[in-house]
């Protein structure tokens, strides 16, 4: 299974501002009563800023596991075979032997 980076940080982003809303913060109060830098703020809710580091601190802000607020973002995942940071995989049927690939012609 993988899951699709673009997906992901969107999903982890609105769950960041629907936490936010639900306590009855401001983006203004983020930055004024927990140090974090306003355009940081809204970067992070638009899904542009997800270092580890970040989401860590998130959650030490809003007092919750990290695992509570990945929890909390909803994604698909596809089958196949995954591989570097940006989501990008092959269907398990995609892939072809050498023998697949070029059948041999009878001479």
Partial sequence: MHYEY???????????????????????????????????????????KMSLETMLRVANTFDISLEDLLAGARVSRKKGIGFGSKGYHLQVNEIQTSKQAKPKRKI
């Fill in 6 to 48: 673009e997906e992901f940080v969107s999903a982890l982003a609105a769950r960041i501002k629907e936490l936010r809303q639900e306590k009855g913060w401001t983006q203004m109060q983020m930055m004024r009563d927990f140090g974090y830098h306003l355009s940081h703020w809204q970067n992070i809710e638009n899904g542009r």
